[in-house]
């Protein structure tokens, strides 16, 4: 009754956090990966990657806070002076909605990501986005259309309970129903598209209100009350911080983060809460559940 997909996003940016992907995976509850794939350690996260067949590695499509893969001549409204993508999620998506030129480039680079997936010879477990951009409705579309090309059957569902969220949390209620409530029909929308197309999807998520804090007291309040139905629960783990315009924000706690997945406590109060962990490529077709 209880599947639980545990993710790492950001699987690329640097060396830490592959680091951290693979130990959580040999050696913890880590079921999954979102890989960037313009990213600096990319290929290094590919070779890791290679060798753990059993890790099921998604495609972090990435149009905000971070490196294209095409060259940034090719797509001179989507990055800055610097060649990186703007870290402005507002104005990104507002020239989205409007700018066909914008529309173009952001359809190219997003079958460029795509393209460079394929090439490493992964298998494609799932799609999401960084910042969760794929809720935008034209990167939605543009995904959902892209992705049948790239055998894409898997996307992730941004969807966090605002009851069992506070219940484990017990902080900041006001905002949890905030986030829960200005993201429901993007949500929903998204959800309604995605089924209709055949995606495997969650029901619901973890870590949307505690991004950059799924540490061990976390889980540890969260998975006794892990409801029935298919969990995510993502993280940002590494082993060490990093330096560079790819670090995480100061108050992510990557290493908190990297030693909760691997804990003993929280891999019993998985055990003891009758949750099979799984990669998205374990889950049937079509699933459409809804987050309460």
């Not at 495997?200 to 309040?221: P, Q, S």
Request: with cysteine.
């Amino acid at each position: 009754m209880k599947v639980l997909i545990v993710t790492a996003d950001d699987f690329g940016v640097s060396e830490p956090v592959n680091e951290a992907v693979e130990i959580a995976h040999r050696r913890g509850i880590l079921t999954a990966a979102s890989l960037m794939v313009g990213a600096p350690a990319f290929a290094d996260a590919v070779e890791r990657a290679r060798a753990m067949p059993g890790l099921g590695v998604g495609l972090h499509l990435t149009l905000v806070d971070g490196a294209p893969v095409l060259p940034p001549r090719d797509i001179p409204d989507l990055v800055g002076s610097d060649g990186r993508f703007s870290t402005d999620p507002v104005k990104m998506g507002v020239g989205l909605f409007f700018r066909a030129a914008m529309k173009r480039q952001a359809e190219a680079e997003i079958r460029a990501q795509f393209e460079r997936f394929r090439q490493t010879g992964l298998s494609l477990d799932h799609v999401n986005a960084h910042q969760h951009f794929h809720m935008h409705p034209t990167v939605r579309d543009l995904v959902l259309r892209i992705g049948r090309d790239y055998g894409m059957r898997a996307l992730r569902i941004p969807a966090e309970p605002f009851r069992v969220s506070w219940r484990a949390a017990g902080d900041r209620p006001f905002g949890r129903a905030l986030n829960r409530v200005f993201h429901a029909n993007r949500n929903r929308a998204m959800r309604g598209r995605a089924a209709g197309a055949g995606m495997r999807l969650n029901d619901r998520v973890f870590g949307f209100n505690d991004t950059g804090a799924m540490v061990e007291a976390r889980w540890l309040a969260l998975l006794p009350r892990l409801p029935d139905g298919v969990t995510e629960i993502y993280c940002h783990p590494a082993t060490r911080r990093w330096t560079g315009a790819d670090n995480l924000p100061g108050h992510y706690r990557p290493v908190e983060e990297f030693q909760a997945l691997v804990s003993a406590e929280v891999r019993r109060a998985v055990e003891l809460c009758g949750a099979r962990l799984a990669p998205f490529a374990a889950l049937p077709f079509g699933q459409a559940g809804v987050a309460r």
